[in-house]
T-cell receptor, first 112, second 113 residues
Framework: QKEVEQDPGPLSVPEGAIVSLNCTYSNSAFQYFMWYRQYSRKGPELLMYTYSSGNKEDGRFTAQVDKSSKYISLFIRDSQPSDSATYLC????????????FGAGTRLAVHP | DAGVIQSPRHEVTEMGQEVTLRCKPISGHNSLFWYRQTMMRGLELLIYFNNNVPIDDSGMPEDRFSAKMPNASFSTLKIQPSEPRDSAVYFCAIHGTSTDTQYFGPGTRLTVL
């Protein structure tokens, strides 16, 4: 079993839909949780960063962490075609100085 | 891709050849990470450096792979000899200063024929 599980999709939604992306993990020591967005043939771009449990909102994006369930989510409201990309969750025990463990990535397509 | 320059952006080589990938943080960073991304295995950490010292190289697949960070502004990943299964996109990442996470370069797409 992988340390971080993420459904690779693809996920196809109409423009304006609410998108929910999820990851589960097995290592209870993870404290730092990130979401990266990766456009085709580009490097991963940091989208959201959360320490420990709770919610964090940034514009149309909301990240949630439920450590009791070992489950994290990224919600995208009012999705746009420009949101079409692969979304990778990543986790770390002790922050960005040390290794991040990535999920497989979920490919999202938002169609007009 | 902010803050990290990688070269070359694309590399096509033949099996058995030596390949050197380069990473240059725009401003010096003491923590630097090399990742490899493939369809089959996703994004995997190969090695990372703190204060220019290799901390964890357990992700380096074989002795054919080696990495150096002679200073805070430069790192190399070398594959010698290269094999077709090394074909992947190789990313360099640096530790962020504003958030305790990592920022990625644009990657080098390596094809070994």
């Amino acid at each position: 079993q992988k340390e971080v599980e993420q459904d690779p999709g693809p996920l196809s939604v109409p423009e304006g839909a609410i998108v929910s992306l999820n990851c589960t993990y097995s290592n209870s020591a993870f404290q730092y949780f990130m979401w990266y967005r990766q456009y085709s043939r580009k490097g991963p771009e940091l989208l959201m960063y959360t320490y420990s449990s709770g919610n964090k909102e940034d514009g149309r994006f909301t990240a949630q962490v439920d450590k009791s369930s070992k489950y994290i989510s990224l919600f995208i409201r009012d999705s746009q075609p420009s949101d079409s990309a692969t979304y990778l969750c990543a986790m770390s025990v002790s922050g960005g100085y040390n290794k991040l463990i990535f999920g497989a990535g979920t490919r999202l397509a938002v169609h007009p | 891709d902010a803050g990290v320059i990688q070269s070359p952006r694309h590399e096509v080589t033949e099996m058995g050849q030596e390949v050197t990938l380069r990473c240059k943080p725009i401003s010096g960073h003491n923590s630097l990470f090399w990742y490899r991304q493939t369809m089959m295995r996703g994004l995997e950490l190969l090695i990372y450096f703190n204060n220019n010292v290799p901390i964890d190289d357990s992700g380096m697949p074989e002795d054919r792979f080696s990495a150096k960070m002679p200073n805070a502004s430069f790192s190399t990943l070398k594959i010698q000899p290269s094999e077709p299964r090394d074909s992947a996109v190789y990313f360099c990442a640096i530790h962020g200063t504003s958030t305790d996470t990592q920022y990625f370069g644009p990657g080098t797409r390596l094809t070994v024929l």
